[in-house]
Structure formats: C-alpha cells, structure tokens
C-alpha cells in the first residue's frame, strides 16, 4: 500500500510539472486527481499508460480500449466517455461505476484520460461533435418516432417474438437460443447503458439499418417504416420504459 502511494504521488508530480493531468490544476488543492482514479480503477484493464496492455488484458474479450490509438481519438467523444464509465459497455468487462464514483469523480477520470493519452483539448470541440454528443441528452430520450409514427406495441410484440427473439431472447436479455453462437452478443435491452442511450429514434434506426460487425440485419429491407415503428414501439415499451 505504501508503494502505491509513493507511486501515485510521484506520478501526480510528474504530471503536474508536465501540464498532463487535464483534471487537477498544480494550484487547486481541491481538484479530483483524475491520474489517481485512473490508476486505481482503470490501469488494471487499460493498462497504465492507457494502451489497453495490462496484466489482466490476455483474459478479456474484447480487449480494453487503446486511449492512445488513433481509432479512440476519432471515435470517443467526452460525453460518450463519460457514459461508458457511468453506465459501463455491455458485452464487455467495463461495468458501471455510477455507485463507486461520484459524477465529478467521472469527469475527472476521463478528463485524464482525454488530456494525457488522446492528447485532446475539449474546449475545441466542434459543433458537429457536439451534435453527435445530444444522443446522451436526457432531451434527446423524449424523442417521438421518426416520420410523426405511430406504432403498435401488439403488431410488435408478434413480429419481435417470431424474428428477434431468437437472439434477443422473450425477456429482450440478450439471450436467446442463438445468442450462444453469435458474437458481438446481442443487446441486452436491460443493461444499465441500454436503459439510459436507447429511445425511440435510436431504436428505429438500428432496426431499420442494422449494425456493422453484427448479426443485428437491416430490416428495412423487408419491413416498411410503419411496421419498424411497430417493433420499435413494443422494444421500447416493454424493455426500456417499463424496465427502468
């Protein structure tokens, strides 16, 4: 426990020195250290210089985010970090920290992360990423269906228990019959980050288009935007209002 102290104090001192830590500023004594949340929670999995390399990364699949890839500063934006760590990614081993971190504790750490592995400066984010951002806006949740739908959760209900729940399963878990043999697995519909991310608009578009790197087909190929709305309607009934 002593080397674990000596280690985060010496790496706070280097990262203040360096201007690295992108969450405690040397002259704020009241800053969360988001460096040491870092190494006490995340190193483990993302190693701790943030590349994902880790004692632990050998027994994970799929494998912990690289920070430092060109991939991570492309596609994570700071609101969908700070989603992953509150709500945690299904299918993966990054769980929620809602009930271990306070919300400036969260902030803090992926502020860290951003400024010291994916050397990204927040205050120049565009106003397209910010757009993309809203879809973790509780504004964005109270979305109505695309087109002024409306649908039918009944008609969905039929539809969804003869073609989706074969991997979705009846209790939309993610485990039907096929969810065994399919990998990415299937969303479960009552993970804490699909409780808080899915709405209407969101649900109807992966229905309709499908998802890359997935089972998850494009409906929208034999379906019409009425019946889409229909299954749409009953997954978000049934699975996302309701479980909540």
Known sequence: MRIRLIKHCLIGACAAVLGLNGTQAADDPNAIDGDAIFQDYCSVCH???????????????????????????????RERMIFSVTYGRANTAMTSWQKRLSDEEIRAVVDHVRASFMGIDDSAESGQAKEENNRFDPQYMAQKMPYDLQGIP?????????????????????????????MPKPRDFHHPAAQHELNRPSLFKVISEGSLHSEMPAWDKVLTHQEIAHVTEYVFDTFIENGR
């Open 47 to 77: 190693g701790e210089s943030g590349n994902g390399r880790s004692r632990a990364t050998g027994g994970l699949n799929p494998s912990p985010r690289d920070f430092t890839s060109e991939a991570a500063a492309r596609d994570l934006s």
């Open 154 to 182: 009944a008609w969905g209900k039929l539809f969804y228990g003869e073609n989706c729940a074969s991997c979705h399963g009846d209790k939309g878990d993610g485990k039907g019959p096929r969810s065994y043999f399919i």
